[in-house]
């Protein structure tokens, strides 16, 4: 549960605990992890993995149009 001096977001992208980033494990170069994480539960809401370094076309509709997840810990 969290406290914060805010209305509850309308959905993740308006949350402050959405946390977007890239990873490339092990020092490979040509695979890419892409991560959105919640930072509050500390859990993923959505990765998908690349093997290219141009990605652009191959990002899916889930990485931009997800729903809240049912563990959010806004409370209503």
Do not use: S
């Amino acid at each position: 549960m969290i406290y914060l001096d805010r209305k509850m977001p309308k959905d993740c992208f308006d949350c402050p605990c959405l946390q977007t980033f890239t990873r490339v494990p092990n020092g490979t170069t040509h695979t890419k992890y892409w991560i959105r994480l919640c930072a509050a539960q500390n859990r993923i809401i959505f990765q998908f993995m690349c093997k290219d370094k141009d990605v652009i076309g191959d990002i899916p509709n889930e990485w931009i149009n997800f729903t809240k997840p049912t563990w959010c810990p806004w409370k209503e």
